[in-house]
């Protein structure tokens, strides 16, 4: 008998295919027994196709490009991209004229005309950390914008593993240090603080990209040309290697150019205390011996994926001794707490910075108002670390800065007010 739901019979099935699960009927459309292998081979079919109707009902406005670009949808990525630096000249020109320059980009986009105009490439210089950037007219990033919330995102994001934290809604930075503190705790139930981390970090992560590891991608997961053709052009953009920073594009495919490794991590290696952020990721496990083996898979992998594993901050870490990751200082205590420290060198450039303003202030650079705000940012940082005397600290600095000298200040005289 032919697989579950095969309704066929000798008379209604005279073909010597059966037309349900495609296998062979015998003699004369007479029905011959299944073997295992067969039954699972015609299971695994009807797996197959329920699985692509269902992607295709969920997905069809994400794969059509009438419907990705229509002209609501670019205005409304408009709107987003203003968001933050409608302070600078030549977004208040497109300002000026938003709707017709959106309409000018929308017919530009349906007649197959639309091009990258380039990139205004600048050094900055974070965290001690020279990064090249390659920054795009407002005009692209609309299209860019349009491009990833309407269609990249919503096809990439299904096949991400619910760890990969970076760039994606609802998640981000307090996503992950919120994941790796419950991984911290479930292995604690398990095996105590007595366990391994192996943190792990992409070298140079951005400049390594293959391109035809994310063209790949996007071809199995697009069926619209001109989506595909857009995506490649802003891809090869960006030469023959490397996704530039600066872009929304680059930050998605980058994204998933390492979603290989994510799924064989969880599924292969079977590790459940696995999360990455971005060039950042770290495994959980009670062997350290099994953490080796896992690193030596990792760089093969790493190595057809066309990631750089940096051997300087790729390493194994007994848990009871503290480890770093995201520049938070993680500790795993005896009773099971996590204990999230914060970063000594952010608390430096923070007493070093109100040292700066403070001479501004005197300068009359700056006013009180402004340091006063700059205060209660770091202020609100630190609280979400076990941090209370350094908060304290800090809070000493300031007091002795900047209100203390006001306190000293002579009461006003009205009668030595010469002015």
């Not at 802003?234 to 023959?240: H, N, Q």
């Not at 060039?279 to 898979?297: F, P």
């Not at 809070?395 to 900047?402: D, M, N, P, V």
């Amino acid at each position: 008998m032919h697989g579950d739901g095969c309704r066929s019979s000798a008379v209604s099935c005279p073909l010597t295919l059966c037309a349900y699960c495609n296998l062979p009927t015998g003699i004369q459309g007479i029905r011959t027994p299944m073997t295992s292998e067969e039954r699972r081979e015609a299971r695994y079919r009807r797996r197959v196709e329920a699985r692509k109707r269902k992607k295709e009902a969920a997905c069809a406005d994400y794969d059509d490009f009438e419907t990705v670009f229509s002209f609501s949808h670019l205005y409304r990525s408009y709107r987003c991209c203003r968001r933050g630096v409608a302070w600078k000249a030549s977004v208040q020109k497109y300002m000026t004229n938003a709707p017709l320059n959106v309409f000018h980009t929308f017919r530009s986009l349906h007649a197959g005309k639309f091009r990258s105009p380039g990139f205004f490439e600048f050094d900055l210089f974070e965290r001690g950390k020279a990064r090249h950037i390659r920054s795009t007219v407002i005009g692209e990033r609309v299209v860019q914008r349009c491009l990833c919330d309407n269609a990249l995102v919503p096809m990439i994001e299904r096949t991400f593993v619910y760890d990969n934290g970076a760039a994606m809604v609802n998640k981000g930075y307090t996503f992950a240090v919120r994941r790796i503190t419950r991984h911290l705790h479930e292995h604690y139930r398990k095996h105590g603080n007595e366990g391994y981390i192996l943190l792990f970090d992409f070298s140079k992560f951005f400049d390594n990209v293959s391109h035809e590891i994310v063209k790949g991608i996007i071809h199995r997961q697009f069926t619209d040309e001109r989506i595909i053709r857009l995506t490649e052009h802003f891809i090869d953009a960006f030469g023959d290697r490397g996704m530039g920073l600066g872009s929304q594009i680059s930050q998605v495919l980058a994204l998933a150019s390492a979603n290989r490794l994510d799924h064989y991590i969880k599924e292969v290696l079977r590790i459940k205390g696995y999360a990455r952020y971005m060039d950042d990721g770290y495994l959980i496990h009670h062997s350290k011996a099994y953490l080796q083996e896992c690193l030596e898979k990792i760089k093969v992998l790493c190595k057809e994926l066309g990631i750089i594993l940096s051997p300087k901050k790729t390493q194994i870490v007994k848990l009871s001794h503290g480890f770093s990751w995201l520049k938070i200082r993680f500790f795993l205590t005896k009773t099971g707490k996590v204990v999230k420290k914060i970063y000594k060198h952010s608390v430096t450039v923070m007493r070093r910075k109100l040292k700066k303003l403070r001479k501004r202030v005197e300068a009359g650079r700056m006013t009180y108002d402004d340091v006063y705000c700059t205060w209660q940012s770091w202020k609100a940082y630190a609280e979400t670390f076990d941090a209370w005397h350094t908060i304290q600290n800090m809070a000493a600095l300031y007091t002795e800065l900047f209100i203390t000298p006001f306190l000293r200040r002579p009461p006003y005289d009205p009668l030595q007010d010469t002015g």
